[in-house]
């Protein structure tokens, strides 16, 4: 089957999981914005029922968006854990938890609209960080390390999107805030290792090393602003 990814250009964003996915899996997909800027714009245009926002995946005459949606479907697709419809249903909840952590650290330079700049909100911004930090990111992330137990992932040996999911929220999280994540770190001894674990795989360490791999940048969900970060 052949898979085309449709996702803002020039950041990883939420495609980013699904990118993961596939290099994981060592299954060829087409990131179609990446060589055609408008395909975007053409297919969230399109004629109704047509997606909302990216990220879309078509497949065949599938055409699907948001990124749980997506990973529900195509993990089993590309043969990623787990195997049983109780587990995967459970890989779904946490995916969706991810979600939720996601939009709130997005939120944290975005507080009050996404049509404004951050620097139309930056008082806002800095007050949302702190409750982020403080409160918000030991909360999710606590609970994840509780999930993971002595497993080397979450269901079994070999890593499902969820894993990989949190591989790029440690990996964002640290981009974005460090000081933070490095307070955080000794408390999160599994994430820590689970993220290392990840970017250790042959496939997946090949993917970070390409330059199909964008780099984390000022424009995407994981933002790096000093004034955001745990004080120095």
């Known amino acids: 089957m052949d898979y085309q990814l449709y996702y803002w250009p020039g950041i990883q964003g939420r495609g980013e999981l699904v990118r993961l996915a596939f290099e994981e ?17 053409r297919i969230l245009g399109g004629p109704a029922p047509r997606p909302f926002a990216p990220p879309v995946l078509v497949a065949g005459d599938l055409v699907l968006s948001h990124t749980a949606a997506i990973l529900a479907w195509l993990g089993p697709e590309l043969g990623l854990p787990p195997d049983g419809a109780r587990e995967r249903l459970h890989a779904h909840q946490l995916q969706l938890t991810i979600t939720d952590l996601w939009a709130e650290i997005h939120d944290t330079h975005h507080p009050i609209a996404v049509s404004l700049y951050y620097e139309d909100q930056k008082v806002e911004a800095e007050r949302r960080a702190g409750h982020l930090r403080d409160e918000r990111l030991p909360k999710y992330l606590g609970w994840f390390e509780d999930h993971l137990g002595d497993r080397p992932y979450l269901y079994g ?10 591989f790029q929220t440690i990996a964002g999280l640290t981009y974005a805030m460090p000081r933070a994540m490095a307070a955080l ?28 791999r964008q780099p984390f940048n000022p424009h995407g969900i994981f933002r790096h602003y000093d004034e955001l970060d745990a004080p120095a």
């Open 25 to 41: 899996a060592g299954v060829a997909y087409d990131d179609v914005a990446r060589r055609d800027k408008g395909a975007i714009t």
């Open 185 to 212: 770190h000794p408390r999160l001894p599994r994430l820590a290792a689970l993220h290392d674990r990840v970017a250790a795989r042959p496939r997946i360490a090949a993917y970070l090393a390409s330059p199909r």
């Open 157 to 166: 040996d070999r890593p499902s999107t969820v894993d990989l999911s949190l």
